[in-house]
């Protein structure tokens, strides 16, 4: 079966950078495209980034562009959140995610994938 982990979370002060993998298994990696997610406590899932199954197009929620930057490994299965000047409200669990092989704006919302990792916790302090 399909199988997201993450790692990579952890506390950091607000400034740092943190970044956050997210090894797959059980599926054709190299055709889904693949996309973060967070939630904070008593706050709706939030879509961060999205990259397309080839690595060559990503996409980014308003609140995290230009300071979250989202890449991908094919040849390791792996996809990657780097995370800079981190700020507390960036505290929440992040989730990996898998949707299909067609790209477009329906990845910025959750129905559009079908596999997801248990989560990290990332917590930013001032």
């Known amino acids: 079966q399909v199988q997201l982990v993450e790692s990579g979370g952890g506390l950091v002060q607000a400034g740092d950078s943190l970044r956050l993998s997210c090894a797959a298994s059980g599926l054709t990696f190299n055709l889904r495209n693949m996309g973060w997610f967070r939630q904070a406590p008593g706050k709706e899932r939030e879509f961060v980034a999205a990259?397309?199954?080839?690595?060559?197009?990503?996409d980014y929620g308003q609140s995290v562009k230009g300071r979250f930057t989202i890449s991908r490994d094919n040849a390791n299965d792996t996809v990657f959140l780097q995370m800079t000047s981190l700020k507390p409200e960036d505290t929440a669990v992040y989730y990996c995610?898998?949707?299909?092989?067609?790209?477009?704006?329906?990845?910025?919302?959750?129905?559009?994938?079908?596999?997801w990792g248990q989560g990290t916790q990332v917590t930013v302090s001032r």
């Open positions: 990259v397309k199954w080839s690595a060559d197009m990503t």
């Open positions: 995610a898998a949707a299909g092989s067609t790209w477009g704006s329906v990845l910025v919302y959750d129905y559009a994938y079908t596999d």
